[in-house]
């Protein structure tokens, strides 16, 4: 069925930019709403962004307010996430995920479709 690849990881300095992309195989792309957490090691995973199926509403957690920003191109069947100004507490492993819903949701029960992840290390 639905199957999301992240892509764009990588080793950068404190304050610099990536910028991810999700890949997604499948129908129903289009009307999902889609979300990006991540797990760094030793602790749970948690939320980071969220974007309407639509792509006009969006949801951020206030770690990351106003350094990422969150972007979808349903012709693509792709979600970004584009990190700035990053700190090393930003270190972890990316996933992005797929909603039951159409709402942008911060709800780990929401999602039933997860990517494999991509490796974000920020180092000093």
């Known amino acids: 069925q639905v199957q999301l690849v992240e892509s764009g990881g990588g080793l950068v300095q404190v304050g610099g930019s990536l910028r991810l992309s999700c890949a997604a195989s499948?129908?129903?792309?289009?009307?999902?709403?889609m979300g990006w957490f991540r797990q760094a090691p030793g602790k749970e995973r948690e939320f980071v962004a969220a974007?309407?199926?639509?792509?006009?509403?969006?949801y951020y957690a206030d770690s990351v307010k106003g350094r990422f920003t969150i972007s979808r191109d349903n012709a693509k069947n792709t979600v970004y996430l584009q990190m700035n100004s990053l700190k090393p507490e930003d270190t972890a492993v990316y996933s992005c995920a797929r909603s039951r819903g159409i709402y942008a949701s911060q709800l780990r029960y929401e999602y039933n479709y997860w990517g494999q992840g991509t490796q974000v290390t920020v180092s000093s």
């Open positions: 499948g129908r129903t792309f289009s009307s999902s709403a």
């Open positions: 974007i309407s199926w639509n792509g006009r509403s969006t």
